[in-house]
């Protein structure tokens, strides 16, 4: 087989276990996934009247330029139809995007730590990868901008943060913008948009008039409780959009998705209220944290990075055992930390009660 040389020895992404997989695997009656970020209190409810009562024939295709979907969407948004794009989720997104502008002897930009899918998908492509540390969970724009020069082609910046949970202000993204080369796109990953309530951060659609090499990716699988539907945008300048459509794959959502998606898109008071709950369950990781002398990463996100001071797989792996699904940092890139999306109330408090003996046990608490 004549396999392109960047794949050998390349793993697939590895996502959160699944509930059932674990409940069979250490003989357990419930389990609670706090791995994937996942919304705890689901999607709308009216999302679930629709399917109670939805006739889609099946057996016919969707719509590929989601004509449905994108109207209902550049109202809500207040943009151009012709300024979004719909992918199987951001992920495909991320894979067209990169597909379209990274190859060998170019090189793309991004933070370390930050989203996988970004430099595994520049690795299928043969680009050169650069990443740039982190500062306190932040992305450090100036030292990226340092980064790019006339080779670079695509610059990641994800915010708030995966996996730190640390927003960029507004100020400051406008400031990098400002300075990034013309040619070269920057990829303003929002996938945790709604979950913000920093002052500091607004509303970003106003970049892609103001920078036409700005593309901003959001996505209905967090706040919006549709992870399982696999819808993703983008939205850019109708330039940027005509050059990626034609890498889309055809027909890339479903039928029901996109009904799915204009449904969850009206009910903003859903989000409105997931938003509030999220915000009192991030107190209560902050509160356990502060109460051990854990250190925490400030999230605007529905999910926290924190220490452990313990071998996170270890962790990982005997709260699996006690029946919590989280992510270890290591797998993250952050050793001696745990990824844990926030719960409801109930999720969170019997969380830290089984991390609490399972750090006892492993001698850092007493």
């Known amino acids: 087989m004549k396999w392109k040389q960047q794949i050998h020895n390349m793993k697939a992404y590895q996502p959160g276990k699944p509930i059932e997989a674990v409940k069979e695997m250490y003989n357990l009656q419930e389990v609670v996934k706090l791995a994937s970020n996942e919304n705890p209190f689901g999607c709308s409810p009216k999302i679930n009247e629709f399917l109670q009562q939805a006739a889609v024939n099946h057996a016919i295709y969707p719509d590929g330029y989601a004509q449905s979907l994108r109207t209902v969407m550049a109202q809500h948004l207040q943009v151009s139809e012709n300024e979004l794009i719909f992918g199987n989720g951001s992920d495909d997104l991320i894979a067209m995007i990169t597909r379209s502008l990274l190859y060998p002897g170019v090189n793309t930009v991004m933070a370390d730590l930050t989203f996988s899918q970004y430099w595994h998908n520049a690795d299928i492509e043969g680009a050169e990868v650069r990443k740039v540390p982190v500062v306190d969970g932040a992305h450090d ?69 103001e920078f036409p090499n700005v593309i901003i990716l959001r996505t209905f699988s967090k706040a919006y409780g549709l992870a399982g539907f696999r ?16 890498v889309r794959a055809p027909f890339n959502n479903t039928v029901l998705s996109h009904e799915i998606a204009k449904i969850a898109v009206a ?21 356990f944290c502060d109460k051990h002398g854990l250190h925490y990463y400030p999230s605007a996100t529905n999910f926290v ?35 844990v999306t926030i719960g409801t109330e109930e999720q969170n408090n019997a969380f830290f009660e089984q991390l609490e003996a399972v750090l006892q046990e492993q001698g850092v608490l007493v």
């Open 141 to 209: 724009l100036p030292k990226m901008l340092e980064a790019i020069d006339d080779n670079t082609s695509v610059v990641w910046v994800c915010s708030p943060n995966n996996p730190t949970g640390v927003v960029i202000a507004d100020d400051e993204l406008r400031a990098f913008l400002a300075q990034v080369p013309k040619d070269v796109l920057v990829v303003l990953d929002e996938a945790y948009f709604e979950y913000v309530v920093d002052e500091r951060h607004k509303n970003t659609l106003p970049l892609i008039h």
């Open 231 to 246: 819808v993703g945008y983008g939205i850019a300048h109708q330039s940027i959009i005509a050059k990626i459509d034609p």
């Open 267 to 287: 009910d903003q008071q859903f989000i409105k209220e997931c938003v509030a709950a999220n915000e009192r369950g991030k107190r209560q990781f902050e509160a």
């Open 305 to 339: 990075l924190f220490e452990i001071k313990a071998d996170s797989d270890i962790v990982f792996e005997k709260l699996m055992q006690r029946g919590f699904i989280v992510r270890s940092g290591r797998a993250l890139g952050a050793p001696g930390y745990l990824r």
